[in-house]
């Protein structure tokens, strides 16, 4: 599991982030939703290491995240941030090719290559497999990020937006592709959410942030309550059953 214990972030003597404590279980898919500035890729790039905690420590795997060595750690856990700044003249194969790093070297060997044609395939990618980054729309390249990630085949995959420039129906294709990854291997994926109803759908846990604290966390059942995201949000919130779940009215 991921086990984060009164984890803090000072940015000024008027922002900080925490103190909070977390435990995430393994396998399946955890939201964290909030609005703006509620600390929420703050929390998700402390997990990650790509942003260093001021105070408290956070666990994933049982490995120390703080002191882990980078090479052991990226074997455990990857991480996909908002901003991504790969050289655009990379094809989508070969930036798939870095999620393979930690253990081929750069050296890809006739498995690894096996791997990054598996989650290509996967994404619905082989078509654009030999395109330049910069040949891309931005949700075709938002795709080609996640499939490097999964090439990394960690346990645990962080996700920061990762529906940022996609439109709705590719939007429902990539989380019916992250739920089929939690399920049939067994994944644990942490993901930064800005559409309540993606995370309703799609989560088994959701963890509610604000003003730099966890609000809420549990089952989805347990979050998509009118009071809850009323209270996180600071604008009324409706939730009515949908054919699918519950569904946040705003």
Known sequence: MIEIREVKKVYSEDVEIGPFSLEIPKAGITSLIGPNGAGKST???????????????????????????????????????????FVTRL????????????????????????????????????????????ELSGGQRQRAYVA????????????????NNLDVARAVQMMEHLKKVAQEFGRTILIVMHDINFAAKYSDRICAMKDGKISAFGEVSEIMRPEILTDIFETSIDVM????GPIAIY
């Not at 999964?150 to 990762?162: A, F, M, N």
């Not at 059953?241 to 699918?244: H, I, K, T």
């Open 241 to 244: 059953q949908g054919p699918n």
């Open 91 to 134: 094809t989508v194969r070969q930036l798939a090719g870095f999620g393979r790093f930690p253990y081929s070297k750069g050296r890809l060997t006739p498995e690894d290559e096996a791997i990054i044609s598996k989650y290509i395939d996967f994404l619905e990618l082989k078509d654009l497999e030999n395109r330049y980054l910069d």
């Open 43 to 85: 929390a998700l790039l402390m997990i990650g290491r790509l942003l260093k905690m001021d105070e408290g420590q956070i666990k994933v795997s049982q490995l120390d995240v703080q002191h882990t060595k980078s090479k052991d750690l990226a074997k455990v856990l990857t991480i996909l941030r908002q901003e991504n700044h």
């Open 148 to 163: 490097m990630v999964l090439c990394q085949e960690t346990e645990y995959v962080l996700l920061d937006e990762p529906l």
